[in-house]
């Protein structure tokens, strides 16, 4: 019964995988001297994919489903083929399980930045980094050109040399897009497309696809970055003499506190100022001296006023801009009169001339039209 028992066992397998890592993509299922029994049970579950290998050679690959191996295209490895060797098969098969599942949020950057010829700019230099996902789409050429005999690979030991040819393919795709940098921002999207299209062919030719693909920024060196600000700014800025009166005043703000923080010190050093020349003036007068004048400064002269220009309507036809001058001689030709509507820069709608100050003083040299009878 024991030695039932014992045969029996020889007969019975069950490989399957469950996977609790989240960067596993092929696992070798480990078995006592890689024997797989005849009539063993292989469990392959949604998103795995099991590549048979049988002395050294690809010989099956089983996507998702159980199977009995038992058929007549598998095989035969049981002990009871070879009684002399003591129920131990001197075949050799081995299992991997490929996971056929997305992997996500991987990340890329480039290392070094990437010149470019910007139509703007000039010659510029970018950083970029960003996010992918890959999948095994042919797990039998993954196996062949990338796994061959480890027994558990990971993402991370093709991840790197994927970054390397996206790096690659971003610098030659930046450059043939002859998009501007300011407006590569709004064109990540179709710039990782082009990436992705043309690391197609290559990640093919190891078994992968890449199913997503996403710039996630795009930047420049910090001192183009700070001048690039600067242009913003004086862009924002817009009229100068308006953006330097803006930034005096800003400037005479921040001054105010230490202003009244200094205040007491500069009213002391006055005051003593004021006591030392006040003794100097009297032991001057006392010796007959006239004391020294203290001579002010000449204030500056008052800018000149601003002349206005006039639009004058009449008949409902506007006409000018006309200065005070040419108002005076049209007054002499009758051209212009006291109720004539005029406006200028600054003033609520149209009005007579007669109603405004600085005009009415063109009419003092006439009288005034007689009364009606």
């Known amino acids: ?22 960067d ?8 006592e001297g890689h024997e797989i029994k005849y009539g063993a049970k292989l469990t392959v579950r949604e998103g795995q994919t099991a590549v048979f290998i049988h002395e050294g050679q690809m010989a099956d690959i089983f996507p998702p489903g159980m199977y009995m191996l038992e058929t007549n295209n598998m095989p035969i490895m049981t002990s009871l083929q070879h009684w002399h060797h003591g129920f131990q098969s001197p075949f050799k098969s081995e299992i991997y399980f490929v996971n056929t599942n997305r992997f996500t949020n991987l990340k890329w950057g480039t290392k070094n930045p990437i010149m470019l010829r910007d139509p703007e700019f000039g010659p510029v230099r970018i950083r970029a980094f960003g996010t992918y996902a890959i999948k095994v789409s042919d797990p039998g050429v993954f196996m062949r050109e990338i796994v061959g005999t ?34 590569m921002a709004a064109n990540t999207g179709e710039v990782g497309a082009l990436i992705a299209q043309a690391i197609e062919p290559t990640i093919k030719a190891y078994g992968l696809s890449l199913p997503e693909m996403y710039i996630e920024n795009i930047s420049l060196p910090p001192e183009v970055e700070k001048a690039l600000d600067a242009r913003t700014s004086r862009g ?14 800003e400037a005479m703000g921040q001054g105010g506190a230490m202003d009244q923080s200094m205040g007491m010190g500069f009213g002391a050093g006055m005051g003593m100022n004021m006591a030392q020349n006040m003794a100097q003036n009297m032991a001057q007068g006392m010796a007959g001296q006239q004391p020294p004048q203290t001579v002010a400064s000449a204030a500056p002269p008052p ?8 639009h004058i309507a009449r008949a409902g036809q506007t006409s000018g801009p006309f200065s005070k001058a040419d108002l005076g001689k049209m007054v002499s030709t009758g051209e212009f009169d006291r109720d004539t509507h005029v406006w200028t820069q600054g003033q609520d709608g149209w009005k007579k001339a ?20």
């Open 303 to 310: 800018p000149p006023p601003v002349e206005h220009v006039w």
């Open 354 to 373: 007669s109603e405004i100050n600085e005009l009415a003083q063109l009419f003092t040299v006439m009288p005034p039209p007689p009364p009606p009878m």
């Open 1 to 22: 019964m024991a030695i039932f028992d014992f045969l029996k066992g020889q007969f019975i397998d069950v490989i399957h995988w469950t996977d609790d890592t989240r």
């Open 24 to 31: 596993t993509l092929v696992w070798r299922f480990e078995r």
């Open 150 to 183: 480890d027994g558990e690979f990971t993402t991370d030991e093709v991840a790197f040399q994927i970054r390397n040819v996206i790096v690659q393919q971003f610098s030659q795709a930046i450059a043939r897009s002859g998009i501007p940098v300011l407006d």
């Open 236 to 249: 924002l800025a817009g009229n100068l003499d308006d953006h330097m009166k803006w930034k005096a005043a």
